[in-house]
């Protein structure tokens, strides 16, 4: 029994060491979903934030692995996007949040927090949260299948500013 | 005929022009810069004239050691009034935002009211009943207006004495002469006299939480520029307070260990510290102007801060919102190689159940990424010592030492509570799952605990386990969850997942079948429904979770997936895709095994 | 011929690496106080800021220099210390803990 539970273990721990795929294909795949992630920031999230005046204060952008750095199994595309305060009403920002993703195809999902939206769109989740004192806007990815040495390289390259044109 | 009148719309309410997180990064700032004067002021100070020395004053006054000391406390004195200066500015600047957001709310509602009242007069004939209605409800909104301009210039007054308050403060200490005046004021805290107080109560979180609030927010701020790592890591101090500790300390510590490798003296351990600071300082930086959107302070709190432990691995609890203040915690552990350097990872997946959370209530939702145990690391096929290393996961030993941490850590957490006692959640993921197992049988004080992707939890059912509602998410197609079955190979105890243990199970997909995939499944119940669950959880929206039949075992329709079935058929399902280090070895060892006599579903 | 203080082994070689430490921290303090952000003060209040700023930034530089020639005094020569003359060694004894404030100075 006990020398199973050894190489059970031993078993789970090869079979969590990541694959090995071509690294060239995973930089393809990885460097496409974060140009859709940044093409929907320069688009729908431009839709739906430019109508409500409120101040662009920062952006940032960067990878992290879907599993932790020794067993990464790949990477997700992350999105953080800060705006500054506001006296209009949350609903008719978030009002106007669904009607910009639902205009871009967006699956638009309301959730029990009023002050909170969601949509969903190949395999991406954009998320508006507004706030009186400060809104926030996310794009996160679905995990993209890469090797361990690919996603930690990506995660490793930190934190990139975008910018509000 | 009849005259109404109505006020006029009220001009929105201005715009601060300071903001309290960035009052908030300067305060950080300066403190950083405190702990590192405050370390070499207390070396010099320990070299110098000893206290309560009655020799010559001259004798003093040449021993260039002592005069160096006394030097030094004139800076330390001056960023003492600054820090707490810029401390009292901050949280004058959150509760003016506070205000500011009540008075635009109440604006906002008179303006749409007089509105409406003009659009009801203008479209309806002014009879005398109506013209007495109106002019009670004008009469009302004039009364309205004229308390909301009042209180506008009255904000406005307080704004301004806010800044007044913090340039006169500053301009107080601006010059070398009044910071050595205070250096000399006799209400000057002695942060000696507050550590050993500190001392006596450390361990009892408590007595620490008590004694705390008796202090002023000077002597708060001596005593956590004093000794920022001991402030920043105790139990029952606010956190808030030990998050700017835990800051200073992070920053304090880049500088001066980046100075050292610079002179080439970076120990081994030295350098461990100052790679698990950069980490912490990449996430906080990042999240630099992420902001509560109701309260518009800081977001992300830092409420554990140990670089230097667990053999270099360091230890670490960051919270995305603020545990004292909200209505619903949770606190989740991570399992197989974490360590400081995954932070990244693992913050996002915290992020991402604080918005889940958050999405799922009114109320206001605190998510706790905690890791200050020595949680099993090391590149399980990269060298024999790590396979060793690694190895250890199938031994309780960490999980007993980390539950114990974590129950002070969870104690701690009670104790700096502010109003009404918060709904907690435990969650342990993987190996994070049997440390909180063993924390719970030690009576972690939690309403909810999750057990997800667990390899085995130290009781046989959750009614042994804790008094708490425990959860469980367990994907079919995760070896890991698989490990804890009766008569399975794990030896970190039960799976929670079986119906006989008496948890309740909620959906998490079962995942891909493929052993490409083994590691996808067991390192993605932050996503998705399972996302969803844990959010609802965590809110204590029960109605919301989404139910799993619980692993049954031994009944009519057969069994569920034990391990050695699931290895060899997600190995064959696998074969011809891209496939994981070391699998195909693996998975013929355990065909071969069978082959010599386990029968399905059975370990011997 | 040098000028030596006579203390234990090893005193005057920890004294010139605890002043080097205090040098290495004082001058990380000054350089973070001085590059600390003024973003998202006000206008009277980053003039307050930056006055403190100034005025503590370059105090603490001058500390930082001064400890970096308090260990600077403390000159090795093949392994062992010496002072040019007495005086010197009589400053850098200063420079040592209050217990040597005494330790005999004298010619090697």
Known sequence: MRGWAVAAGMALAASLSGCSDDPATDQKDVDAVEARALAAVDGVVHDAMDGTGLEFVSGRHRFVTCGDGLAAGGVIHRVSLNFGPSDEPVEDMVDAAASAMEADGWTVKRVENPAIVEGAKDGDDLRFQFGPAGTQVSIGSSCVDTSNDVANDYQDKGYTDLTWK | MATIELPRTIDPVPTLDSTAVRAATFATNLRAVEVQVKDVQAWAESQGVPEGWQGDARDAADHGTTRFARRVDVSEAALEQAITATDRFEDRLVRLGARRIALANRRTTLNDDVETLRAEIEGNEAVEANVTAWERRASALRAGATDLVDDITAWNGDADDAEDEFIRSLQGVDEIAEGQRAGQDPDRPDPDALGRAFDRRVGDPVALAAWWRTLSRAQKQALLTERPHEIGNADGIPVRDRDEANRAAVYSDIDRLTRQEADGELTDDERAILDNAKVIREELNGRMDDVDPLSGEHLVHVIVYKPGEHGGDGGVAISFGDPDRADHVSVNVPGLTSETSSLPGNLARTEDLHGSASGQTDGTVASVFWLDYDAPSGNPVGSVDDLLDFGSVVGPGAADRGGERFSDFIDGLRASDEGERAHLTAIGHSYGSTTVGHALQDGLPVDDAILIGSPGVPEHTAAALTDADVWVGAKDNDPVSLLGADDGPGTLGGDPAQESFGATRFETGDGSSRIQDALGNHTSYFTGDSLHNLGAIVVNQDDNVTHDEERERWTDEGHYQTLPEYLVESTIKGAGGPIVDGVEEWGRDFIDSLSRGFGPGRFL | ?108
């Open chain 3, 1 to 108: 011929m040098g000028v030596t203080i006579d203390v234990p082994p090893g005193v005057l070689a920890a004294a010139k690496a605890a002043w080097d430490d205090a040098a290495d921290g004082l001058d990380g303090a000054w350089r973070r106080l001085g590059k600390a952000s003024t973003a998202g003060f006000a206008p009277a209040v980053v003039t307050a800021v930056e006055a403190f700023q100034t005025t503590w930034t370059d105090e603490l530089k001058r500390r930082a220099e001064a400890a970096q020639a308090n260990s600077d005094a403390f000159v090795e020569v093949s392994g062992d210390f010496e002072f040019t003359d007495a005086a010197a060694a009589e400053q850098a004894r200063a420079l040592l803990g209050w217990a040597h404030r005494a330790a005999p100075i004298g010619e090697r």
